[in-house]
């Protein structure tokens, strides 16, 4: 980093716009001028917490307190003894995705000293539709600064929730100022290994479109969703299994922000159990499952209706079997589909000032999930760990709305994986990686596990309160560890729990109906570090057995650890 950098005297209204931009391509093109009027345009930067410390230093002392307030969470953060250590420095990381989950990990890498280079192929953040975040998201969130960047953040006080544009804004911005380095309207293509004559490029290199300069990367983590190029390349296989037919129906329109509309309550109706206004929409000839309504800077709905019902109300042309068929565009009635929608919306009492921005008929019957979450490929010496994170890994339940809180727990478990390189041997790492994904995969299919603390112990857990939200680190998923230590005490079954338990539950204990859990903070803060062996001895000894296997062969393509 060149020292005596000159800061330009508008750097302050430089960094005003790059908070206020609202789009990818504004954003980007703002953190570009910031960068600039700090004197750092086309400067050099190894280390990404230097990049954060001289734009703090070359505007702090400008900014108003609301801004100010950015810049102490992000210290608060710097400041803890886990991300003190570095642990991923010297370290090169390749994201794939630049949705919620895929910032997130970048973010989660680069706090720790990690380098991170971040493809998002699309040139716009347009995604509308709101998610719903679970309570430690939130607190996660916040501790990041989402509400000095979105001042609306939060502010439900029914359901915690955020558009998607809204959480990727947020999360890019606060990439950017740790040193992420995004590239927008840029496609992954593949992986190419080392051979044995090429001296220019004696490690793995990604191929991008358009390509982004060549690099050496320690690992590289796809978060690009179903559509995922990378599992194919690093010996990683994804299949889709389905369930009954799941049909769905999504719609938003402005909100204006009017007394008569903050006045509707948001609310989700399911027919499980049974809704005494789901009864009554039937009575209208309406037929759905299940409805949700969240108010942001858009009146948002998604409901899940049968599909006898859309075929009586002629929104589709023709009953066509399969359910992919039906929902075909060329197939779905417009006009019907809209009128439709229009009479729920009518009988819920949302007032629509205007017309709908989007209203879409799709099906959902299909999931999608890989059979592991990581591998290590090897080629003449050089290694690679490459993983899968988000909905590329396991595809959720569309209508359980918990693809972001979920994929936010495996961002964090594959950093843990990168930041371990080194200190454990990779058998280990992948073993881990295993247990934990398939732990995933057992909550989701088998309801062993809890989502939330809402779950367990209501909206606003004692313990909940006196989160010290500092402490949650990316190892620090107090849920997580929760719901696999009742699935351990359900099961009596042994389970490898290397996560990190929150430093600041001192003397807490809880209990969960099933077993205590005991937390005791360590002096000076930080966190304390849970790990066990793993206990699961087939895991390791596969994968240590795996690695042996390839040892001795000659790597003359890409070489996976199956």
């Keep these: 980093m060149p020292e005596n950098l000159n800061v330009a005297p508008t750097v302050l209204n430089s960094f005003k716009a790059f908070e206020a931009a609202q789009d990818l391509g504004d954003t980007l093109a703002r953190f570009n001028k910031l960068l600039a009027d700090c004197g750092l345009e086309g400067a050099g930067v190894d280390e990404p917490w230097r990049l954060y410390s001289h734009i703090k230093g070359a505007v702090y002392s400008k900014l108003s307190f609301r801004y100010k307030q950015l810049f102490k969470l992000l210290d608060a953060r710097y400041n803890l003894g886990v991300y003190k250590s570095k642990p991923t420095s010297r370290r090169r990381v390749c994201i794939i995705g630049g949705g919620p989950v895929g910032l997130r990990a970048a973010i989660e890498i680069a706090l720790l000293g990690g380098q991170v280079v971040l493809l998002e192929k699309r040139a716009l953040f347009s995604r509308e539709n709101m998610l719903h975040l679970w309570p430690w998201v939130v607190q996660d969130l916040t501790s990041l600064g989402a509400k000095v960047l979105f001042s609306q953040f939060s502010k439900s006080s029914t359901y915690f929730h955020i558009s998607t544009r809204q959480l990727q804004l947020v999360l890019l911005k606060v990439a950017l100022l740790v040193g992420v380095t995004v590239y927008s309207s840029t496609s992954f293509e593949s992986l190419v290994p080392p051979t044995s004559d090429?001296?220019?490029?004696?490690?793995?290199?990604?191929?991008?479109?358009?390509?982004?300069?060549?690099?050496?990367?320690?690992?590289?983590?796809?978060?690009?969703?179903?559509?995922?190029?990378?599992?194919?390349?690093?010996?990683?296989?994804?299949?889709?299994?389905?369930?009954?037919?799941?049909?769905?129906?999504?719609?938003?329109f402005p909100n204006l922000g009017t007394a008569e509309e903050a006045k509707v309550k948001e609310f989700s109706w399911t027919s499980q159990p049974k809704h005494q206004i789901l009864d009554k929409l039937r009575e209208v000839g309406i037929d759905i499952e299940n409805i949700v309504y969240y108010r942001g800077e858009m009146h948002y709905l998604v409901m899940t209706p049968k599909r006898q019902n859309l075929v009586e109300r002629q929104v589709v042309n023709e009953n066509l079997a399969d359910s992919t068929d039906l929902v075909l565009d060329e197939n779905v009635n417009s006009s019907a589909l809209h009128e439709y929608v229009k009479a729920i919306v009518d009988f819920v009492g949302i007032p629509r000032k205007t017309e709908f921005t989007r209203v879409s008929l799709f099906d959902f019957s299909s999931r999608s999930r890989a059979d592991k979450a990581a591998n290590i490929l090897t080629s003449y010496g050089k290694k690679l760990y490459v993983g899968l994170i988000g909905d590329s890994l396991l595809e959720p339940l569309w209508h359980e709305d918990v693809g972001t809180c979920r994929g936010f727990l495996g961002a964090m478990d594959a950093v843990w994986m990168i930041s371990q390189i080194g200190e454990q041997s990779d058998e280990q790492l992948l073993a881990d990686r295993d247990n934990v994904y398939l732990n995933s995969m057992e909550e989701d299919e088998e309801t062993y596990g809890f989502g939330s603390f809402s779950d367990l112990f209501g909206a606003a857990p004692a313990a909940a309160k006196r989160l010290d939200v500092g402490a949650l680190s990316r190892f620090c998923m107090l849920e997580r560890l929760l719901s696999r230590f009742q699935q351990q005490q359900r099961r009596d079954k042994p389970s490898v729990l290397y996560q990190h338990v929150a430093a600041k539950f001192d003397g807490v204990s809880i209990d969960g109906g099933l077993g205590a859990l005991s937390f005791t903070s360590l002096e000076g803060g930080g966190v304390v570090w849970q790990q066990t062996a793993a206990s699961d001895s087939d895991a390791l000894e596969r994968r240590k057995k795996e690695l042996q296997d390839i040892t001795n062969q000659p790597q003359n393509d890409v070489k996976s650890i199956l």
């Design 198 to 252: 090429d001296k220019e490029k004696p490690f793995y290199t990604i191929t991008t479109q358009p390509q982004i300069p060549i690099m050496e990367f320690t690992a590289v983590l796809s978060a690009s969703g179903t559509n995922d190029k990378l599992a194919e390349h690093a010996g990683i296989s994804r299949f889709v299994f389905c369930r009954k037919e799941a049909l769905g129906i999504v719609c938003y």
